[in-house]
């Protein structure tokens, strides 16, 4: 007998197995998934190991159900890193496995029951037999019809799905179970292909021409002279539905299923590239990774790649996956979003055509099911994508590049588990023998310390090279674009109150004159932050969370609009104040919308255009924002952080930063890492073609350490500031945290329990001598009501927080967030 160690798809508070035994009719071997009773149900499983000898004599194992055809859907490495995320994440093993799945793979099983009669003793009245939620049970399945069991337990609340299963198991009501068609397949065409010889094609062309019937001599014809199947669709199209209908019902012809590839590169055309010569630090840097990835040593080599901006890291990237594909080895590299991808996939594209897949949520689903699928079955050598494609079904991968690796849009926070691909691809380079290469202008300060001490090779890129005529010349002595700082204090004492300061407006003027483009950064969508009545003093607030509403501006599409950016709430925005009838409501905190407003009074012919989330929603619509203001008429482009990532584009010599305190309000003590790496980001898009570049940094706090330093673009000395901060309060890298909120729809239930919770720790932490550990709060989230359910959050600091879990586990309703990259 052979058993095997299950990672159910089942809530629990542990990263644990499940021991069941196979059927000798069936093969089960890890990576697999499959189906095994647990309880009264039937759930899906990934299999972890397989063993001839059973764990627990004493207890006898169930048998699988089921294995899904085209698996292992894991290999050895992934199973190791689901394990892995399961334990420092604290979630389940199959929801870490779940990252790594197919997608459509996680399908459910339906069950259906009815009433079964012939099981009841004769001489027992059900009435009396029976509790009033089991009698409500019978009741609805009184017309012995199968009915759905989640809808019949649906209907009696909580206690639904107990009392459904306990007439289960007693054996009043029976069930049957289906599987539900998986949400995305594969895709077909039907196409036609003749069956007869050449001849036989010929007579039958003789036989039709110049009748009545020429259209079945064409349609032989065409498809006799045909390389390959034809699709039917077309061919109706062309020759019409009874002449497509005879060739197959006459046998001459038959309908075949042709997989059609969902490629989101169809319609990309891609010019190939080669290699540019190096700069000497480029060289050094690509010499050092390479020689890495040919000793394919272990543990493997990892790398900082620290380069200004525009200092040429992605040529390094690229000559290094080159080196990489030589050696026989495949490639991963990770962008910190899709608004980057574009850009970045050019470059893949034309120095690797038709090697390249695309993997992140702006996909369609059929898009991301063939490209999953392509990437397992070794189509593509280099897969690109965000924050998900860490997890891609890679097999001999050698080289994995994580660019902007400081960007924190590489954890995940919005569901469970909140992992970061950073660390992950730390863990995968280890399990696969990969070289891992983090790249960035501003470094973490965490990854700039462990290279410090050594944990990461330094790689130095401190100059741009210019760039003429697609050639790279010798560095030039000051690469970077020249940056103002403009106190918007003093514009106010000097009675200049508009959006845009002075020095802005002059140096929009100059750059517009001279033919180049322009680039305006701020990070808050719409037209205003909130609208305010200036007789009441009332703010306009959302009905669900404890949130202003932000004024969008009327569109061809849609009226005016007042919208909670967390929720998605959103109301008709109107002049009358709903509180006191007064038409005085005032909109404050401009947004990108109000900036293309200003913008356009001020330069009419420059054609504004903005790229954030509301203009950009999918991949291509950020390919469509980029093409246009790269090749287009556009001059001025607004948006938010967006367009301060990683775009190169040598016509932009002015970058404008509206409002760069909007990040330093922030109640969090990542704020000013956070706003020195996109304010010096961002003015790293100016000056990357030979006209130079000039950067204006509006703020109302030009001292700010933060400031200061990315306008001298000089990262190290906010190094030296910020980690003499974080040492002085104990705060990351010199110790951990875990952030734990509470949501609950009850404000004052929410408020016990958090209260309720931090008192357990801190009576847990000293029983268990637990010193080191030290327990914040229990605080409200800002804001405190999302979605209408009311939040509360405890840190735990240390060098382990998370023995403090092991000891004293949190409860129902609580989420865990293991190196949290925000506190706010």
Known sequence: MTYVEVAVDFPDDRARTFTYSVPESMTAIPGDMVWVPF?????????????????????????????????????????????????????????????????????????????????????????????????????????????????????????????????????????????????????????????????????????????????RADLVSYLSTSKSPQPRPALTKRFGQSAVKWAVDSGIAEVQKQRVQRDPLSDYVVQQQFPFDPTPAQAGAIKAITDAIDAAKSPPSRFLL?????????????????????????????????????????????????????????????????????????????????????????????????????????????????????????????????????????????????????????????????????????????????????????????????LLSRPLLAAMRRTLANGDKVILYLNRRGTAGFVQCASCGVMRNCRRCDNTLTHHAATDRRPARLECHFCGYRVRASRACPACGGNSVRRTGPGTERVVEVVNERFPRAGAMRWDSDTARTFKDHMALLKRFTEGTPKILVGTQMVAKGLDIPAVTLVGVIAA???????????????????????????????????????????????????????????????????????????????????????????????GTAARFGRRKQISGLSGIEVIGPTPAVPLRVRGMFRWQIVLKGAGPEQLLDEEPTGAGWSIDVDPVSLS
Not at 133 to 146: F, I, P
Not at 386 to 408: K, T
Not at 687 to 713: F, K, L, N
Not at 732 to 744: D, F, H, K, M, V
């Open 661 to 755: 305190d909007i990040g330093l309000a922030v109640p969090d003590f990542l704020a000013a890492e956070r706003s020195f790496e996109v304010l010096a980001q961002v003015a790293g898009r100016a000056g990357r073609g030979p006209s130079g570049g000039e950067v204006v940094i509006q703020t109302m706090q030009p001292d700010h350490y933060a400031i200061q330093a990315a306008a001298a673009q000089d990262y190290e000395w906010f190094y030296e500031r910020e980690i003499e901060i974080r040492a002085r309060h104990d705060m990351p890298p010199y110790s951990r945290l875990i952030r734990l909120q509470y949501a609950g729809p009850d404000a004052i239930e929410a408020h016990e329990n958090a209260y």
């Open 306 to 498: 620290y380069g200004v901006t525009g200092s040429g890291k992605t040529e390094v990237y690229l000559q290094a996956a080159a080196q990489c594909l030589r050696a026989g080895k495949k490639v991963l590299v990770l962008v910190p979003e899709i608004a980057l991808t574009p850009q970045t996939l050019q470059r893949f594209a034309s120095r690797f055509p038709g090697r390249v897949a695309l993997l992140h949520s702006g996909l369609s689903n059929g898009e991301r099911f063939d490209q999953w699928w392509g990437v397992r079955e070794g189509r593509y050598d280099v897969v690109l994508g965000s924050r998900g494609a860490v997890f891609a079904p890679i097999s001999d991968l050698g080289l994995i590049v994580i660019d902007e690796e400081h960007e924190w849009t590489y954890k995940q926070q919005d569901q469970t588990p909140r992992y970061h691909a950073r660390d992950a691809a730390e863990l995968l380079a280890l399990e696969t023998g990969a070289s891992l290469v983090l790249g960035s202008a501003t470094p973490s300060i965490t990854t700039f310390r462990r290279a410090e001490r050594g944990e990461f090779h330094l790689l130095r890129l401190p100059d741009r090279p210019q760039q003429i005529t697609g050639l790279v010349t010798e560095a030039t002595q000051d690469g970077r674009a020249a940056v103002r700082v403009v106190d918007m204090k003093e514009e106010l004492r000097d009675r200049h109150t508009e």
């Open 39 to 215: 309880g009264t149900q039937l759930l899906q499983g990934v299999v972890f190991g397989v063993s001839k000898i059973q764990p627990d004599p004493e207890v006898e194992a169930r048998s699988l159900t089921s294995v899904v055809e085209n698996g292992p859907f894991l290999d050895r490495p992934h199973l190791r890193l689901a394990r892995w995320i399961a334990t420092y994440y604290r979630t389940t093993l199959f929801i870490a496995c779940s990252l790594m799945l197919p997608p459509g793979s996680r399908t459910r099983l339906r069950t259906w029951i009815r009433r079964e009669p012939d099981n009841f003793p004769a001489n027992i009245t059900l009435g009396r037999e029976l509790r009033p939620h089991e009698k409500r049970v019978l009741d609805s399945l009184a017309d012995g019809e199968w009915q759905r069991k989640d809808r019949v337990a649906r209907k009696l609340g909580r206690s639904g799905t107990t009392t459904v299963d306990r007439l289960l198991r007693r054996r009043i009501v029976e069930s049957r179970h289906e599987w539900e068609q998986p949400r995305i397949r594969a895709a077909y065409l039907n196409v036609v292909a003749l069956t007869i010889s050449d001849s036989e094609a010929a007579a039958l062309v003789s036989e039709f021409t110049d009748t009545r019937s020429h259209r």
